[in-house]
């Protein structure tokens, strides 16, 4: 059965007959053209496809499309255009946290929701925020750097 989905992407508000059973990632990638959010495992392991729903970090690949009815959806493209989330990516990659690029989506976006909830990270907070998403080229240590620093740029 399909039904209409209204939502907000990025700052634009979309509206698509969706499938029941499409996911919030299926409905991205193959919907809005919005290639940025990966699927790595399929299965919320990995953290590829991780967007910000409503302010709170989901997996896209388990999250049903027809769940984000009226939500504000912030995907990598959207931290793009930001001009304060943008500090992450450029911390990134100055400290060499980003390689293949692969997961870099869902780190990023997972990075910035943890500094939107926790302003002030401890590095074993900024590990756990990052527990949930997969690197197999850098370690994360870069990663972690590049986090305490945009924390401490944005505190002032």
């Given at each position: 059965m399909s039904r209409l989905l209204r939502c907000t992407v990025n700052g634009t508000l979309c509206e698509r007959i969706v499938e029941d059973d499409t996911t919030l990632l299926q409905?991205?990638?193959?919907?809005?053209?919005?290639?940025?959010?990966?699927?790595?495992c399929g299965e919320g392991d990995c953290g590829a496809c991780t967007v910000l729903v409503n302010g709170e970090s989901v997996n896209s690949c388990l999250y049903l499309a027809l769940l984000?009815?009226?939500?504000?959806?912030?995907?990598?493209?959207?931290?793009?255009?930001?001009?304060?989330?943008?500090?992450?990516?450029?911390a990134f990659i100055r400290h060499g946290a980003i390689q293949c690029g692969f997961c870099s989506p869902g780190m990023l976006m997972s990075a910035e929701y943890l500094l939107r909830s926790h302003p002030n990270p401890t590095e074993m907070e900024i590990r756990r925020g990052l527990s949930g998403n997969l690197c197999r080229c850098t370690g994360y240590q870069q990663m972690v750097d590049a986090i305490l620093e945009v924390a401490e740029k944005r505190r002032g």
């Open positions: 409905f991205l990638r193959e919907e809005l053209g919005l290639t940025g959010t990966k699927e790595g984000a009815e009226g939500t504000d959806i912030l995907t990598i493209e959207g931290l793009q255009g930001d001009k304060e989330a943008c500090d992450i990516q450029e």
